[in-house]
C-alpha cells in the first residue's frame, strides 16, 4: 500500500476538546483512492476502522481508539456551479462547512446563515444531520443535501454507492440506512434567488454565537440534544450546574450546554461531568438528556 500507516499516533490534537489517547494505526488520505487502501488494509489486517472528521461532537478515550483510524483532515476540496437556477456545490466529506458557507455567502442564499452556526466537516454534517436551534429555513443539514456518495469494503473488493436524500432516513441528529462505509463526497444545493439581507444575517448570527459561546476554551460543541420543547442548556442552567468542575472539565458558566478544558482536562474529566450532567438533570428536573457528542475508543 503507497500510503503510510502510522503506528501509536496522538488524537488529542485532531478534536476540539484536545483531550484522548493514542490510536493504535493511522492514517490521513488526501483524496478516495487512499482512502480505500486503507479500508483495504484493514480489512485484512482484522482491524475496526474508526473515521475521524473535523473533531468536534466526539470524545476520545484516554485509553486510546483500537484498529485503523482514518483522520479525513486532509481530504478537502469544494467546487460551485449553477445549475437549473440553484446553486450547486460539491464537497468532499473532509471539507469544512465554512468552505461551503462561503460559496452560499457569495450568492447571498440561505444556507450561508444556516452554515455559520455550524462546526466541523461537510461528512459530520451528514452523519450527524447537523442542525441549529434557531427556526430559520434551512435549519438541518438534510434540506441541502441532494446526494452523497459512501465508500466500503465487501469480500476485499471496494464498492461506491450513491444515496440521494430520499434514500436515507433522517432523524434528530442522526441519519440512517447508509452505514457502514466512508462518506467521500456531498453534493448540496439551494434555489439561486438572492436574500439581499444574507451577508448582514450571517454577520449578526455570528457575533451572537460569539458573545454566548465559549469559543476561548477547548469544548467538544453542544453536548445534549435537546428534548422536544426545551432546551438542554436551560434545564442544565435551572439544575445549578454551571460552574461544576471534575479536574479540568468544566460546565460553561457561559452556555451550559458546553463542557469546556481548563487546559489540563483529561477525556475522564469530560466523561464524568456529563455523566453528572446527566443524573442530575433527571433527578431535578425528571428528563433524561441524550448526547450529541459520540464516544470514540476504550471505554
Same mark, same amino acid.
Given at each position: 500500500m503507497s500510503l503510510q500507516v502510522q503506528q501509536q499516533v496522538g488524537l488529542s490534537d485532531l478534536t476540539w476538546w484536545k483531550v484522548g489517547g493514542l490510536a493504535d494505526h493511522f492514517v490521513s488520505p488526501s483524496n478516495e483512492k487512499e482512502i480505500g487502501q486503507a479500508l483495504l488494509w484493514a480489512s485484512e489486517k482484522g482491524h475496526p476502522v474508526t473515521v475521524l472528521g473535523g473533531g468536534s461532537n466526539v470524545l476520545i478515550s484516554d485509553a486510546g481508539v483500537e484498529g485503523l483510524v482514518i483522520s479525513l483532515k486532509n481530504y478537502t476540496g469544494v467546487e460551485a456551479r449553477q445549475e437549473d437556477g440553484r446553486l450547486v456545490v460539491v464537497a468532499t466529506s473532509g471539507s469544512s462547512k465554512a468552505e461551503v458557507l462561503r460559496h452560499f455567502l /457569495?450568492? /447571498?442564499?440561505?444556507?450561508? +446563515?444556516? +452554515?455559520?452556526g455550524l462546526p466541523g466537516d461537510m461528512g459530520g454534517g451528514v452523519v450527524m444531520n447537523a442542525g441549529v436551534s434557531e427556526k430559520i429555513t434551512p435549519r438541518e443539514f438534510h434540506e441541502i443535501?441532494?446526494?452523497?456518495?459512501v465508500l466500503r469494503e465487501e469480500n476485499g473488493k471496494l464498492i461506491t454507492q450513491c444515496y440521494k436524500n430520499s434514500d436515507v432516513e433522517w432523524k434528530y441528529r442522526k441519519s440512517e440506512g447508509w452505514q457502514?462505509?466512508?462518506i467521500t463526497r456531498i453534493q448540496v444545493s439551494w434555489d439561486s434567488a438572492e436574500d439581499p439581507d444574507i451577508p448582514t444575517k450571517v454577520k449578526s448570527a455570528t457575533r451572537s454565537r460569539l458573545a454566548r459561546q465559549p469559543l476561548n476554551f477547548p469544548s467538544g460543541g453542544s453536548v445534549f440534544k435537546n428534548p422536544v420543547g426545551r432546551s438542554s442548556g436551560a434545564l442544565i442552567d435551572q439544575s445549578g450546574l454551571k460552574g461544576y468542575t471534575v479536574g479540568g472539565a468544566q460546565v460553561s458558566e457561559k452556555h451550559a450546554n458546553f463542557i469546556v478544558n481548563l487546559g489540563d482536562a483529561t477525556a475522564k474529566d469530560v466523561k464524568s461531568v456529563?455523566?453528572?450532567?446527566?443524573?442530575?438533570?433527571?433527578?431535578?428536573?425528571g428528563i433524561e438528556l441524550e448526547t450529541e457528542v459520540k464516544l470514540i475508543g476504550r471505554w
Open positions: /457569495k450568492s /447571498k442564499l440561505a444556507p450561508a +446563515l444556516f +452554515l455559520c443535501i441532494d446526494w452523497f456518495e457502514p462505509g466512508v456529563i455523566d453528572y450532567v446527566r443524573q442530575t438533570v433527571q433527578a431535578e428536573q
